[in-house]
């Protein structure tokens, strides 16, 4: 009869099969288990009013409102990953990132990252505008009028070609740029142009938006699974009038 040895105690062959049968289902459950955690791409250092981390940790904003009331009947987790734009792109064409939130599903995006995405149906609309110093010398009314001129923007975002960029971490840097007069002109959501000429009490013109876009949640194309239930969820809370409270909650004010 054949006997294998451990640290001086031998296996039956029973228990052996028990502990390679526990194994094999562990293997096959892991899988399983990971699928229930939505990892979720969150740009540093934040997007107020749309996604941001509070100083007490807590992840906030009309986007992880949105989020959370669309896969609240789901059974997932969710794992806000804090990463710089540009990173947030490259994780996500390696699978590392299961989903990005406002993302315009009609921008021309790199062959990978088109490849490797799913977009739900819309939830909203995201106004591109024009912030600029109030003693600018040159108009900057339209898009048109930056032609060959320096712009802030903000690293790994979309802008046109006849520009020449200047990139910086974030919105908010850009707004204070702007209004200290480092920057001429910046280009970012008029969400965040609104959000931050206020809270921070900063001085700057906000251009009517140059662009707008409809915005939805970038999936991963393997977790393409959620995609219809996704859809469903995001036209019951328009339906509902869900999408407007939680808009209002952050842009209405007292």
């Known amino acids: 009869m054949l006997n294998l040895f451990f640290q001086g105690k031998s296996l039956s062959k029973s228990k052996l099969f028990k502990g390679f049968f526990l194994a094999s289902l562990l293997c096959v459950m892991a899988p399983a288990i990971a699928q229930n955690i939505l990892r979720v791409g969150m740009p540093m250092p934040g997007q107020p009013p749309f996604l941001w981390q509070t100083e007490q940790g807590q992840v906030t904003g009309i986007y992880a409102d949105t989020l959370r009331e669309v896969v609240q009947d789901l059974a997932l987790k969710l794992e806000f990953i804090p990463l710089s734009q540009a990173r947030l792109a490259r994780l996500f064409v390696a699978g590392e990132i299961d989903i990005e939130i406002g993302v315009p599903s009609n921008i021309q995006e790199s062959r990978l990252l088109a490849e490797t995405s799913i977009f739900t149906r819309s939830f909203g609309i995201a106004n591109e505008v024009i912030i600029y110093n109030a003693d600018l010398s040159f108009p900057a009314f339209i898009l048109k009028d930056l032609k060959d001129k320096t712009v802030a923007t903000v690293r790994g975002a979309v802008a046109p070609e006849y520009v020449i960029k200047e990139n910086f971490a974030s919105a908010l840097q850009i707004a204070k740029r702007v209004d200290r007069g480092w920057s001429q002109v910046g280009l970012m959501r008029e969400a965040p142009a609104l959000h931050y000429k206020a809270s921070n009490n900063l001085n700057y013109q906000i ?48």
């Open 207 to 254: 251009s009517l938006p140059y662009e707008s876009n409809l915005i939805s949640f970038r999936l991963h194309k393997s977790r393409s699974e959620l995609l219809r239930k996704m859809d469903l969820n995001i036209e019951k809370l328009e339906l509902s009038g869900g999408l407007e409270d939680i808009i209002c909650k952050y842009l209405c004010g007292n």
